[in-house]
């Protein structure tokens, strides 16, 4: 069961890229095998496994920010800290300030 977004965000990134990366592949077996092939399709799908980690990515950082996934991050060891979240002290007074103040 996914309960929260950052356990949600698991399915479709997979499913999407997985899904349109098999769909392209037959696109270009059947291309090939009639002999028109061609590279268009194996430039999309080299496009689609590059982005969608990278989107993914984004969406996870920006639901840390909205501080939606849980009430805490979970600790990394040895007292990292999470990189999307170490905001320099004079930072923090912007960050806080509620933006129509």
Partial sequence: KLNDPMTRLHAPTKAATLGIGAYLLAAMVSSFLSGSGSLHELLIMAF???TAPVSA???AKANIHRRDC???????PDGDTWATLNVPEED???EET????
Wanted: zero cysteines; aromatic letters at 10%.
């Fill in 98 to 101: 509620p933006p129509n103040a």
């Fill in 92 to 94: 923090r007074e912007i």
């Fill in 70 to 76: 849980l009430p805490n991050p979970p600790e990394l």
């Fill in 57 to 59: 990515n984004f969406m």
């Fill in 48 to 50: 689609i496994f590059v």
